[in-house]
């Protein structure tokens, strides 16, 4: 369960970065839609294993992985938007 959401961040990067090698626009905003879907994906999942560690009151795993998770929250979003934001500057 915890692979998942690694597993949907660098697909959600390989996406973007398939995006910036596409030369129709339109392939752009598919790869670009596909990398955003996987992305937030990956951050659901995260809020689903803190979820269940709510359920079965595990504090410590909690207390343990917040700041990790926020880190890579935050390292995901940016690395995906510059990866979709480089794919659309890019000339034909």
Known sequence: M???PLLLGLL??????AGIF???LRHRYFFSVLSFGCC???LYC???IIHHWVTIEDV?????CTGAFRLCAAVLIC??????????????
Do not use: P
């Open 12 to 17: 959600a990067w390989g996406l973007g970065l």
């Open 46 to 48: 995260c809020l689903e």
């Open 22 to 24: 596409q030369k129709q």
């Open 79 to 92: 690395g995906t938007l510059l990866l979709n934001f480089i794919s659309f500057l890019r000339k034909v």
């Open 60 to 64: 410590s795993a909690i207390l343990d």
């Open 40 to 42: 937030c994906g990956s």
């Open 2 to 4: 915890v692979l998942v």
